[in-house]
């Protein structure tokens, strides 16, 4: 039993060996390492962090401004363009009723005479 156990445990590190070294290149992928490493040897023979290396590695980027589409800042547009409140559109709304009730002014309807006169 004890020799099938070594007997399996071989082959397994045979085929992880063999399959270790197989590389696969796919198209489009391409990854290198860095030839500098952000571990830096120290002298009590431990491996020390380099807090720079870890902060350029860390920080992104600066991405590139999006162009400016004409009309698309919303800050310049007036406000009744956007739903909100305008106090000329609300004066107008309401009319003479502004200020004295909560219901806009609707004139009268006036109907002609259909038979005329």
């Known amino acids: 039993m004890h020799i099938r156990q070594l007997f399996i445990g071989a082959i397994l590190l045979a085929a992880t060996a063999t399959h270790a070294q197989h590389v696969v290149q796919l198209p489009g992928v391409s990854a290198t390492a860095s030839p500098e490493g952000c571990v830096s040897p120290a002298s009590a023979g431990s491996a020390a962090l380099s807090y720079s290396c870890l902060t350029r590695l860390v920080t992104a980027e600066a991405t590139p401004k999006?162009?400016?589409?004409?009309?698309?800042d919303i800050s310049k547009r007036?406000?009744?363009t956007l739903g909100l409140y305008n106090a000329s559109s609300l004066q107008n709304r309401m009319g003479p009723n502004l200020g004295i009730s909560v219901q806009p002014y609707r004139p009268k309807l006036v109907y002609p005479n259909p038979l005329g006169r």
């Open 78 to 80: 007036p406000s009744n």
């Open 66 to 72: 999006a162009p400016e589409i004409p009309g698309a």
